[in-house]
């Protein structure tokens, strides 16, 4: 499947996007706020691509202009994440490359994803989380009407080894709707 939104196309994964996928995830600031570690060469990108990326309901972020990945958002759905075990809901994740943060790119690609999960997928709840300290990461879902949850203490980050205190919210279909129609 592939997404476009006014200035943004969503599409699988290539083993092609691995030189750009090392350029913003091999910088400190994307993954560890996120759990996983900074990429370690292109070679490295090339394995996360073909044995985590290359995966159902994951697409790569990408400007329209170049369709140059710059980043990444999908679903986890049931089975590949602990938010949910349910088949109609599912957790949302994303980042993006340092040099495009601010300009609305991740809201813009994770409304596009919203009206694929709810309206394609049949989602009736998309749960979404973040790390204490992800404060970008917060206001994505805060300016997607997300609606706060739940604190977990002591959540488990094995990527990287370490516990850390986690915040998750949540999106039902209809609270979805009326934000749509406003």
């Known amino acids: 499947m592939r997404f476009e939104t006014e200035r943004l196309i969503l599409r699988p994964w290539e083993e092609s996007d691995a030189e750009s996928l ?29 044995n985590v990326l290359a995966v159902p309901e994951t697409y790569a972020i990408c400007l329209k202009e170049d369709n140059k990945a710059i980043g990444s958002i999908g679903f ?51 749960w979404c989380g973040y790390y204490d300290g992800n404060t970008k990461s917060k206001r994505v879902q805060e300016k997607c009407g997300f609606i706060y949850h739940h604190m977990s203490k002591e959540v488990d980050v094995p990527l990287l080894g370490e516990t850390r205190t986690g915040h998750v919210s949540s999106l039902t279909k209809e609270q979805w709707l009326l934000k749509a129609a406003r």
Do not use: Q
């Open 22 to 50: 090392y350029e913003y995830a091999s910088d400190p600031a994307i993954g560890p706020i996120a759990g996983w570690p900074v990429h370690t060469s292109v070679e490295n990108s090339l394995e996360i691509i073909k």
């Open 76 to 126: 986890h759905l049931n089975g590949f994440t602990d938010m949910t075990y349910k088949d109609d809901e599912c957790e949302l994740g994303y980042w993006i490359g340092k040099p495009f943060w601010g300009n609305g790119y991740t809201p813009e690609a994770v409304i596009e994803l919203l009206r694929h999960g709810f309206e394609d997928l049949g989602m009736t709840t998309i």
